[in-house]
Each structure stands twice: as structure tokens, then as C-alpha cells.
């Protein structure tokens, strides 16, 4: 196989991988929120909250759309364009992907249409139980998913046997060193992006003085959620670097630009800023704090980390620079989301539920407004610095990405990739035309719950 | 029993479920496919939103049971995967594409004005597509995925056959769910569609007796071949009964109908294929997991399979009933 096709075969899996998940993880976040709103609603029954269930719906179905279609070239490409990858791995990496559309997949599917037009057909509670299980459907769509692709970060419990993979340990293999950390991080970076996104666009309502009432609710419940969860993230961010450094030093040291591996009794500096070069196995230049990084990476003074100078060139990740800069965005990111989220609960105390108070704070709403595309950047950043730093691995020790790309015609590759891109576009920007749309319209205050329904619905009745 | 039987029980056991899943996916995308297909051919805007209506609430999760199969695939027969996918590239990127067409589509067709027409006409020709590709697919595993020009022939026409078939379905399942112009012409599209899917058929089978190695060899074994005549009489049946009821103005029998129809051609593929899974290529022995990985998914996908069959019939039952379009 051409070198150029494995390049066109990454090149594809990334630019499918990107666009994917800027959309589950809305999913995840936005339908956990809605469970949130319509319990509020079903527990109240102000109807407010039934509003709110309403409004954000819509924006779920757009964005849920665009996810499953963008998801289905995920599960196919690890057949057609990793062909031998596939073989090797199917045995756990294959049946962990079926219980994802078995498990999760289906149930989000199965209800999510009771969720969109069951409004009116079935009772309050069986509603309710509809979103519970499109939440759960999608939450447990990213524990699977994290589950394997942790084990070929940190692959357990299997061994090699006549070159084909058995699975020794299903406890091991699921349970993987990276599995909790990959899991959990993931799981809390969706939840920050539907969060940030509500309150982003509660924000904008908030600084445009359109229906306040309305949306301080959103606002509040975003912001009381979020101060909790981006502590939490950043503790998580912190727990799985360490996991990186003891799991995947080629990694740990990729995403630090940390070259010489520190002698005993001394700890590793740490660099603040620098440009890591692969040719020259340095750093161009850096901006060092010294003993940092064995605190930072190992939770303590002389901890050692291994440098990229101990280990060999050919097992070293590519394109440092990116790993060093995507690692630093995206955890920068996260510390932003704190401060903001902190800098709002301490306005919330000073204006005290005084709503012009409030609503005076425009450069608050504003820096929300402008916080929304950041929970994005900081989930792709994140995907490069786990997905990139593992090379060049695709399954981390076990099998080489050179090794795992299927023999196909680099212009198939290209054309296929050619044509997804088109596609993407086109949805990316409908989306986009479609949500401002939603935006412009806003909520519909006028919209009263749905009487219970009637025992015999035999008709099915088109809504317009 | 020794330990090669029962990786035998448990690889054969996984062909049946996949084989399910196949059904699954084929009977319930087919009919929401055929609805898209047959939305190419109505010029009113309200009829189509009367057709695509119908299909709103399901379309999602008939779509699901492909990518659950998908991975069912993966895991228990990870060089099947393999070498289908890497073989099928070209129709399977294109199968991919048209998926995204009609799904991304049939939500956006919601949220637009002015571009509603682009959506709709989007919908319809990604559902064609989505037909002609898996007609493609199925072609090609059938011939062994060798190529030429009887095989390209004879894929031509498993393509005819899918996109008649989901057509069929998609004509029976509006003939369920609408009232008026749109049930009196789904009527007349059932008619038609069955007459193409049932000639091609019967060609395909020809074709497989004088092309393919399946039709060849395995067609040969004992037994094998009475139990296809069997299920061709069935079929004969049910193709009857599908005009019959077409005529007598069932609402409900002609879809059922062409559930068995397409069962009893499924029932044949699967006899067909046994014990391969490509045809003189790969066997399902030496395409399967290990026993460790088998059961464990059983355990997995075997506890959840009914559940999922529970609330998608929940679905459909919830949305049961005519779509009746009331003006505001």
C-alpha cells in the first residue's frame, strides 16, 4: 500500500472524525438539559418549562440530524479504509462498536421520535421517559465509544496469538488503564458544550433584551450546571494528563515539548510556551518554569518523566507543534469556561434576582455570546492531542497505522473525500441557516401544553 | 460437547442474528426508502408532506438496525467486515452518501420555506440511490465479488430488483397509512412494483444457477434445493395474495404480503449463502471470532435485541393510524 494513500486515509478519517463530533456532542448535552427542563416542567407544571422543552428542542432535531448522517461514514470507514485495522481488532474494538448500535444507537433512535412528535399522543410521564431515554441512549453512545477507543489507547486485556487478537479479559479490556479518565472526560466536555451553547444563546437574548423573563431561566440553569461541572473538568483534564504520562509517556511528553528525561531527585521543567521541533529533537526556543512539569505530570516534586530524547525517533508522534498548541487551546479553554462560569454566580449574588440589575451586565451576556464556538475547539483540540499523540500507533504498542490501512486506490480515497467534503458543507451551512432562523423566530410564548390524549388516537394528524 | 462444535453453534448462531438484523433493516428501511422513492413521483408539496409524514417518526430507527448490523458484523465476523467493506468501496462511499442525502433532508425539509422543493427532490433521489446501492451490494456478494460482464449484468439487475422491491413496500406501507389520491395511486405503484420485483426475482435466480458459484454448488446439496422450491411456492403465494388484496382494497394485507414476500426471499438468500458468507471467497467459520468474543456479544446483543424490537413496535404503534392532513 502507497504511502500516499495511508496520508489520504488518515487525512479522510480525520476530516470525518472533525466534523462528526461537533454534533454528538450537542446531542448528549442539549438532551440531557431538555430532561433537566421537562422535569422542571412535569415537577412545576409551570408552563415556562414546558415552553423551554419546546424551543430547545428544535434546535436538538437540527443538530441530531446532521449527527446521525455524519455518523454512519464513521462506522463504515473503519472497514473500507482501515481494512486490516478492522480484521485484527474486530474481536473487541468490532463487538464494542455493535454494542454501541444495539445498546445506544437504537434507544436514542427508538424514542427520539416520541420525543419530537409525541407532544400530545402520550401522557406527561411517558414524555418524559422518551427524553430520559434519548439522554441515556446518547450518554451511553459516548461510554462505548469511549471504551474503545481507550483500549486502543491503553489496550488490556487481550493477547496475540498466531498474529490474530483474542480477548484474554472482558473486565480488563473494557476496564482499561485510560477507560475512566477517556470516558468521564469526554462525557463532561459534552455536557460543558450543550451548557455553554444554552447559556451562549440564552446570553444573546439576555443582551438583545428580547423576552428576558424568558430566558434568564435557561440562563441560570446553564450557569448553575456549568459552575459545578468546569471545576470538575478541569480535576478530570488533570487525573487523565497523569494517566497520559504513566500510559503513554511518548505522548505526555509530545504534548509538553519535554525533551530530557529529569535525573533522580531533580524535577522535570516544564514549558510555559516553546516550539518543539521533531528534526532537530528540541525545542526552536522556550519559555521554561523550572520543576513544574514532574508537579504538573506525576502529582509530585522529583516525579520522572521520560523525555521524547529516550524514546526512539520512530516511535515518536508527528506534528508536535500541534500537539503542544491544540493540548494548551484546549485546556486553556476549560479554565476560561471556570472563570466565566464563576464571574456569572457572582453576578447572580450581586444582582440578587433584581432582573434590570441583571440585564445590565452586557459585557457578561456578550463574552457568553462569544464563548459559544469555544467548547468546540477545545473538544477537536482534545481529539487531536488523544488521537495524534497516539501515533504512530493506531492500537497504542500492538499494531502500527502504517500497518492498518486497507489497499485502496488513492483516488478512490480522494474522491470519496472530495465528495464527503461537498456534503459536509452543505450541511454545515444549512444547519447554520436553518438554526439562525430558529434564533430569529425565537420561542412561541403563546404555546400551551397538549391536553392528556384520548384513550383511541387513530388518526394521525399532520402538525404544520 | 468438544470445542470445536460449539464455535461452530456460536459462529452459525451469529449468521442467524445478523441474518435477522438484515431482515429487520431490509422490511422496515425498505418500506421508508420505497416512500421516498415514490415521493418522486408526486407533484404536489402537501402529498409528499402526507407521505414523508408517515414515515417521520421511524425512519431514524429503521435506519439504526443497518449501523447495529454493522457492527454486529465487525464483531463477530471481523474479516467478513474487512473484506467486504475494502471490496465494496466505490458502493458502499456512495451507499454512505445517499444516506446522508435523505436523512439530512427529510429534517431540513422541516425547518425550510422557499428551498423545501431542493429538500424534497434531495430526499427522493438519496432514497433511489440508498436502493440502487445495496441492489449493487447484494449483487456483488453474490457473485463472489468476482467481476465481469455477466456479473455486471446480473448486479444491474438485483439493483432493479432492491429498488422495485423497497418501492413495493413503500407502496403498501401508504396504502396503510393515507386516504384519497395518494392511497388510490399508492395502489396502482403496488401493482406495478410487484410485477418488477417478482420478474426480477426470478431472474436473479436464473442468473444464480448460471453464473454464480452459489447457484453452482450449494444449490446442489441435499435438501438445499427443496427447501428453496418451497419458499418459491410461498412466494408465488404471496404474490397472488399482494394483487388480491391489492384489488380488494385491503388497507393493512397488502403490506403485510409484501413482509412475507420479502422474508421468503431473505430466507432463500440466507439458505443460499450457507455456511459462506461471500460466496467461494469466505467462509463463516474462518470469518468468525473467537468463541470468547461470541458469547460475550451474545450476552450483550442477545439481552437487548428483544427490548429494541419492543419499543420500536412501541413506535409504531403509538403512531398508528391514518395521516390525515387537517388545515389551519
Same mark, same amino acid.
Given at each position: 500500500m502507497s504511502l500516499e494513500a495511508l496520508h489520504l486515509a488518515r487525512g479522510q478519517f480525520a476530516m470525518t472524525a472533525i466534523f462528526h463530533i461537533l454534533w454528538p456532542i450537542l446531542t448528549i448535552s442539549l438532551s440531557a438539559f431538555l430532561l433537566v427542563v421537562e422535569t422542571l416542567w412535569v415537577k412545576t407544571n409551570e408552563v415556562v418549562w414546558y415552553r423551554h422543552a419546546r424551543f430547545w428542542s428544535k434546535l436538538l432535531l437540527l443538530n441530531f440530524a446532521v449527527g446521525v448522517v455524519s455518523g454512519i461514514p464513521m462506522e463504515f470507514q473503519f472497514g473500507t479504509n482501515w481494512g486490516p485495522f478492522s480484521n485484527f481488532t474486530g474481536q473487541f474494538f468490532g463487538n464494542i462498536l455493535g454494542f454501541e448500535g444495539a445498546m445506544a444507537f437504537m434507544l436514542e433512535a427508538g424514542f427520539v421520535g416520541i420525543m419530537m412528535l409525541g407532544w400530545g399522543r402520550v401522557p406527561k410521564g411517558v414524555h418524559l421517559f422518551a427524553t430520559a431515554m434519548v439522554a441515556l441512549g446518547s450518554t451511553l453512545s459516548a461510554f462505548w465509544i469511549m471504551v474503545a477507543n481507550s483500549w486502543m489507547q491503553t489496550p488490556a486485556g487481550v493477547a496475540v496469538e498466531n498474529g490474530k487478537l483474542v480477548v484474554t479479559s472482558y473486565m480488563k479490556a473494557i476496564f482499561n488503564p485510560d477507560m475512566i479518565w477517556g470516558v468521564t472526560h469526554m462525557w463532561f466536555a459534552a455536557l460543558e458544550t450543550g451548557l455553554v451553547v444554552v447559556a451562549g444563546i440564552s446570553a444573546y437574548y439576555l443582551f438583545k433584551r428580547r423576552n428576558p423573563e424568558f430566558f434568564v431561566r435557561s440562563f441560570k440553569v446553564a450557569l448553575l450546571l456549568l459552575a459545578f461541572i468546569a471545576p470538575v473538568q478541569i480535576w478530570l483534564g488533570d487525573s487523565s494528563g497523569v494517566d497520559v504520562f504513566e500510559t503513554q509517556p511518548a505522548k505526555g511528553a509530545a504534548i509538553e515539548g519535554h525533551w530530557e528525561t529529569n535525573a533522580p531527585g531533580t524535577g522535570a521543567s516544564w514549558s510555559l510556551l516553546a516550539w518543539p521541533d521533531k528534526a532537530k529533537q528540541g525545542n526552536d526556543w522556550s519559555l521554561e518554569v523550572p520543576g513544574m512539569l514532574s508537579v504538573l505530570? #506525576?502529582?509530585?516534586?522529583?516525579g520522572q518523566v521520560k523525555g521524547l530524547?529516550? !524514546?526512539p525517533v520512530a516511535d515518536q508522534p508527528p506534528m508536535l507543534p500541534l500537539l503542544y498548541y491544540a493540548f494548551r487551546a484546549m485546556a486553556g479553554i476549560g479554565f476560561l469556561f471556570m472563570v466565566l462560569a464563576f464571574w456569572t454566580i457572582y453576578v447572580f449574588r450581586k444582582t440578587r434576582g433584581n432582573m434590570q440589575a441583571l440585564l445590565d451586565q452586557k459585557k457578561l451576556f456578550l463574552a457568553w455570546v462569544l464563548a459559544i464556538p469555544l467548547p468546540y475547539i477545545a473538544v477537536e483540540c482534545g481529539w487531536i492531542v488523544r488521537e495524534v499523540g497516539r501515533q504512530p500507533w493506531v492500537v497504542y504498542g500492538l499494531l502500527r497505522t502504517e500497518h492498518?490501512?486497507?489497499? !485502496?486506490?488513492p483516488t478512490a480515497i480522494s474522491g470519496s473525500m472530495l465528495m464527503f467534503a461537498a456534503f459536509y458543507v452543505v450541511l454545515i451551512t444549512s444547519f447554520f441557516v436553518f438554526a439562525r432562523r430558529w434564533l430569529k423566530n425565537g =420561542?412561541?410564548? #403563546?404555546l400551551t401544553p397538549p391536553a392528556? =390524549?384520548? =384513550?383511541? #388516537? #387513530?388518526q394521525q394528524a399532520i402538525e404544520y | 460437547m468438544n470445542a470445536v462444535t460449539t464455535q461452530e453453534l456460536l459462529s452459525n448462531a451469529w449468521f442467524g442474528i445478523i441474518g435477522l438484523m438484515l431482515v429487520f433493516y431490509v422490511v422496515t428501511d425498505g418500506f421508508d426508502l420505497g416512500v421516498g422513492i415514490l415521493t &418522486?413521483?408526486?407533484?404536489d408539496e402537501s402529498d409528499r408532506d402526507v407521505m414523508i409524514q408517515s414515515i417521520g417518526h421511524v425512519w431514524d430507527a429503521n435506519e439504526t438496525w443497518l449501523v447495529a448490523l454493522g457492527g454486529a458484523l465487525f464483531g463477530a465476523f471481523p474479516a467478513a467486515y474487512s473484506l467486504l467493506l475494502t471490496q465494496l468501496y466505490v458502493p458502499v462511499m456512495l451507499l454512505i452518501a445517499s444516506l446522508i442525502m435523505r436523512g439530512a433532508s427529510i429534517e431540513f425539509r422541516h425547518a425550510a420555506h422557499r428551498s423545501k422543493r431542493v429538500w424534497d427532490a434531495v430526499f427522493g433521489i438519496g432514497s433511489l440511490l440508498t436502493a440502487i446501492c445495496q441492489g449493487i451490494v447484494l449483487g456483488k456478494v453474490l457473485t463472489g465479488l468476482v467481476p465481469g460482464v455477466d456479473s455486471a449484468a446480473f448486479i444491474a439487475i438485483t439493483a432493479i430488483g432492491v429498488v422495485s422491491g423497497y418501492s413495493l413496500l413503500g407502496a403498501t406501507w401508504l396504502i396503510k397509512k393515507t386516504t384519497g389520491a395518494i392511497e388510490d395511486a399508492s395502489r396502482r405503484y403496488a401493482t406495478y412494483a410487484v410485477f418488477t420485483t417478482v420478474i426480477a426475482a426470478i431472474v436473479v435466480s436464473l442468473g444464480t444457477v448460471k453464473i454464480t458459484t452459489v447457484g453452482v454448488t450449494?444449490?446442489?446439496?441435499?435438501g438445499v434445493f427443496h427447501v428453496l422450491l418451497a419458499l418459491a411456492v410461498l412466494a408465488a403465494a404471496a404474490f397472488v395474495y399482494i394483487l388480491y388484496a391489492i384489488r380488494m382494497r385491503g388497507e393493512h394485507s397488502p403490506f403485510i404480503a409484501s413482509m412475507v414476500l420479502f422474508v421468503v426471499s431473505f430466507a432463500g438468500l440466507a439458505i443460499s449463502l450457507f455456511p459462506y458468507?461471500?460466496?467461494?471467497? &469466505?467462509?463463516i467459520a474462518s470469518a468468525a471470532s473467537d468463541g470468547t468474543t461470541l458469547v460475550f456479544m451474545l450476552f450483550g446483543i442477545g439481552i437487548v435485541f428483544p427490548v429494541m424490537i419492543g419499543y420500536n413496535l412501541f413506535q409504531y404503534h403509538l403512531f398508528r393510524g391514518k395521516v390525515v392532513p387537517i388545515k389551519h
Amino acid at each position: 500500500m502507497s504511502l500516499e494513500a495511508l496520508h489520504l486515509a488518515r487525512g479522510q478519517f480525520a476530516m470525518t472524525a472533525i466534523f462528526h463530533i461537533l454534533w454528538p456532542i450537542l446531542t448528549i448535552s442539549l438532551s440531557a438539559f431538555l430532561l433537566v427542563v421537562e422535569t422542571l416542567w412535569v415537577k412545576t407544571n409551570e408552563v415556562v418549562w414546558y415552553r423551554h422543552a419546546r424551543f430547545w428542542s428544535k434546535l436538538l432535531l437540527l443538530n441530531f440530524a446532521v449527527g446521525v448522517v455524519s455518523g454512519i461514514p464513521m462506522e463504515f470507514q473503519f472497514g473500507t479504509n482501515w481494512g486490516p485495522f478492522s480484521n485484527f481488532t474486530g474481536q473487541f474494538f468490532g463487538n464494542i462498536l455493535g454494542f454501541e448500535g444495539a445498546m445506544a444507537f437504537m434507544l436514542e433512535a427508538g424514542f427520539v421520535g416520541i420525543m419530537m412528535l409525541g407532544w400530545g399522543r402520550v401522557p406527561k410521564g411517558v414524555h418524559l421517559f422518551a427524553t430520559a431515554m434519548v439522554a441515556l441512549g446518547s450518554t451511553l453512545s459516548a461510554f462505548w465509544i469511549m471504551v474503545a477507543n481507550s483500549w486502543m489507547q491503553t489496550p488490556a486485556g487481550v493477547a496475540v496469538e498466531n498474529g490474530k487478537l483474542v480477548v484474554t479479559s472482558y473486565m480488563k479490556a473494557i476496564f482499561n488503564p485510560d477507560m475512566i479518565w477517556g470516558v468521564t472526560h469526554m462525557w463532561f466536555a459534552a455536557l460543558e458544550t450543550g451548557l455553554v451553547v444554552v447559556a451562549g444563546i440564552s446570553a444573546y437574548y439576555l443582551f438583545k433584551r428580547r423576552n428576558p423573563e424568558f430566558f434568564v431561566r435557561s440562563f441560570k440553569v446553564a450557569l448553575l450546571l456549568l459552575a459545578f461541572i468546569a471545576p470538575v473538568q478541569i480535576w478530570l483534564g488533570d487525573s487523565s494528563g497523569v494517566d497520559v504520562f504513566e500510559t503513554q509517556p511518548a505522548k505526555g511528553a509530545a504534548i509538553e515539548g519535554h525533551w530530557e528525561t529529569n535525573a533522580p531527585g531533580t524535577g522535570a521543567s516544564w514549558s510555559l510556551l516553546a516550539w518543539p521541533d521533531k528534526a532537530k529533537q528540541g525545542n526552536d526556543w522556550s519559555l521554561e518554569v523550572p520543576g513544574m512539569l514532574s508537579v504538573l505530570g #506525576t502529582h509530585s516534586l522529583h516525579g520522572q518523566v521520560k523525555g521524547l530524547k529516550d !524514546i526512539p525517533v520512530a516511535d515518536q508522534p508527528p506534528m508536535l507543534p500541534l500537539l503542544y498548541y491544540a493540548f494548551r487551546a484546549m485546556a486553556g479553554i476549560g479554565f476560561l469556561f471556570m472563570v466565566l462560569a464563576f464571574w456569572t454566580i457572582y453576578v447572580f449574588r450581586k444582582t440578587r434576582g433584581n432582573m434590570q440589575a441583571l440585564l445590565d451586565q452586557k459585557k457578561l451576556f456578550l463574552a457568553w455570546v462569544l464563548a459559544i464556538p469555544l467548547p468546540y475547539i477545545a473538544v477537536e483540540c482534545g481529539w487531536i492531542v488523544r488521537e495524534v499523540g497516539r501515533q504512530p500507533w493506531v492500537v497504542y504498542g500492538l499494531l502500527r497505522t502504517e500497518h492498518a490501512a486497507s489497499a !485502496i486506490s488513492p483516488t478512490a480515497i480522494s474522491g470519496s473525500m472530495l465528495m464527503f467534503a461537498a456534503f459536509y458543507v452543505v450541511l454545515i451551512t444549512s444547519f447554520f441557516v436553518f438554526a439562525r432562523r430558529w434564533l430569529k423566530n425565537g =420561542p412561541d410564548l #403563546t404555546l400551551t401544553p397538549p391536553a392528556e =390524549p384520548a =384513550p383511541r #388516537t #387513530t388518526q394521525q394528524a399532520i402538525e404544520y | 460437547m468438544n470445542a470445536v462444535t460449539t464455535q461452530e453453534l456460536l459462529s452459525n448462531a451469529w449468521f442467524g442474528i445478523i441474518g435477522l438484523m438484515l431482515v429487520f433493516y431490509v422490511v422496515t428501511d425498505g418500506f421508508d426508502l420505497g416512500v421516498g422513492i415514490l415521493t &418522486l413521483f408526486r407533484r404536489d408539496e402537501s402529498d409528499r408532506d402526507v407521505m414523508i409524514q408517515s414515515i417521520g417518526h421511524v425512519w431514524d430507527a429503521n435506519e439504526t438496525w443497518l449501523v447495529a448490523l454493522g457492527g454486529a458484523l465487525f464483531g463477530a465476523f471481523p474479516a467478513a467486515y474487512s473484506l467486504l467493506l475494502t471490496q465494496l468501496y466505490v458502493p458502499v462511499m456512495l451507499l454512505i452518501a445517499s444516506l446522508i442525502m435523505r436523512g439530512a433532508s427529510i429534517e431540513f425539509r422541516h425547518a425550510a420555506h422557499r428551498s423545501k422543493r431542493v429538500w424534497d427532490a434531495v430526499f427522493g433521489i438519496g432514497s433511489l440511490l440508498t436502493a440502487i446501492c445495496q441492489g449493487i451490494v447484494l449483487g456483488k456478494v453474490l457473485t463472489g465479488l468476482v467481476p465481469g460482464v455477466d456479473s455486471a449484468a446480473f448486479i444491474a439487475i438485483t439493483a432493479i430488483g432492491v429498488v422495485s422491491g423497497y418501492s413495493l413496500l413503500g407502496a403498501t406501507w401508504l396504502i396503510k397509512k393515507t386516504t384519497g389520491a395518494i392511497e388510490d395511486a399508492s395502489r396502482r405503484y403496488a401493482t406495478y412494483a410487484v410485477f418488477t420485483t417478482v420478474i426480477a426475482a426470478i431472474v436473479v435466480s436464473l442468473g444464480t444457477v448460471k453464473i454464480t458459484t452459489v447457484g453452482v454448488t450449494r444449490w446442489d446439496d441435499v435438501g438445499v434445493f427443496h427447501v428453496l422450491l418451497a419458499l418459491a411456492v410461498l412466494a408465488a403465494a404471496a404474490f397472488v395474495y399482494i394483487l388480491y388484496a391489492i384489488r380488494m382494497r385491503g388497507e393493512h394485507s397488502p403490506f403485510i404480503a409484501s413482509m412475507v414476500l420479502f422474508v421468503v426471499s431473505f430466507a432463500g438468500l440466507a439458505i443460499s449463502l450457507f455456511p459462506y458468507i461471500v460466496p467461494g471467497q &469466505l467462509s463463516i467459520a474462518s470469518a468468525a471470532s473467537d468463541g470468547t468474543t461470541l458469547v460475550f456479544m451474545l450476552f450483550g446483543i442477545g439481552i437487548v435485541f428483544p427490548v429494541m424490537i419492543g419499543y420500536n413496535l412501541f413506535q409504531y404503534h403509538l403512531f398508528r393510524g391514518k395521516v390525515v392532513p387537517i388545515k389551519h
